[in-house]
């Protein structure tokens, strides 16, 4: 309050009022939060560090689901309710829609690959499987160099496992879906040691199917990979 009583016209004024907003989300007051939010977009959406101002307060927001899913009853044996993950889901929707304001609303920034990894986090952590499969597949497709890349590509196949295990999707469907992925990931991120997670589930299906069938182990998927992609190239269809 300060800053904006005495500087109005410094280079700050924007981070005060940001900090009104994170006050806001911190005390509760999440319609005010939003309107804050509104009003800081249509006044600085030239700002540089407007994009960051709005990935915090996601993340703000994000905390507080972590936070929520601590307190879930744990173990095994654990009975949930609805009611047990409702400020949780809440949290994480609203971390979403911030997220989503960077991806559809802001110009281009450093922030905006983090947005759609985050939104596609989000979005498996509240049970929106399609959503995050969008914002997964997207972060790979437009950031393939990322560092983050390769766990994007597994948490596709990640995800498509747990649409199969809520009955989304069937365990055959998920299989043909995850071998697809799972291929595409032996073969652009063939170091990432989440190969082998998603490989194992493949080879458990396989197994289960088909006993007779000797499962692969990662070296042969590549090795088959590479030989079929030899083949095109000298077929001249690649």
């Known amino acids: 309050q300060q800053v904006l009583d005495e500087w109005p016209e410094s280079e700050y004024v924007c981070n005060a009022k940001a900090g009104f907003i994170k006050a806001d989300i911190h005390d509760g007051y999440d319609e005010a939060a939003m309107t804050g939010v509104d009003n800081l977009m249509a006044e600085y959406m030239e700002n540089t560090g407007l994009p960051h101002a709005v990935f915090s307060f996601g993340e ?19 009975v949930r309710t609805k009611g047990d993950s409702e400020k949780m889901v809440y949290y994480y929707s609203e971390a979403l829609s911030l997220w989503e304001r960077i991806i559809n609303q ?4 450093q922030n905006l690959s983090t947005a759609y990894r985050m939104a596609a986090e989000a979005s498996r952590s509240m049970g929106e499987h399609e959503t995050a ?8 497709e437009k950031w393939p160099e990322d560092n983050y890349a390769g766990h994007c590509q597994f948490m596709v196949c990640s995800t498509y496992q747990s649409m199969a295990g809520k009955g989304i999707i069937t365990e055959e469907e998920a299989y043909k879906l995850m071998k697809n992925e799972y291929e595409k990931m032996v073969r652009d991120y063939p170091e990432n040691p989440q190969c082998r997670t998603v490989h194992a589930y493949i080879n458990d299906y396989e197994i289960n199917h088909n ?4 499962p692969l182990t990662v070296e042969e ?18």
């Open 106 to 109: 802001l110009p281009e920034s």
């Open 211 to 214: 006993p007779v069938k000797v």
């Open 60 to 78: 703000q927001y994000w905390d507080l689901a972590q936070s929520e899913k601590r307190k879930l009853p744990k173990g095994r044996l654990a």
């Open 133 to 140: 499969l969008q914002y997964f597949k997207a972060f790979v």
């Open 221 to 238: 998927v590549i090795k088959m990979i590479e030989s079929d992609e030899n083949s095109q190239v000298k077929g001249g269809t690649k």
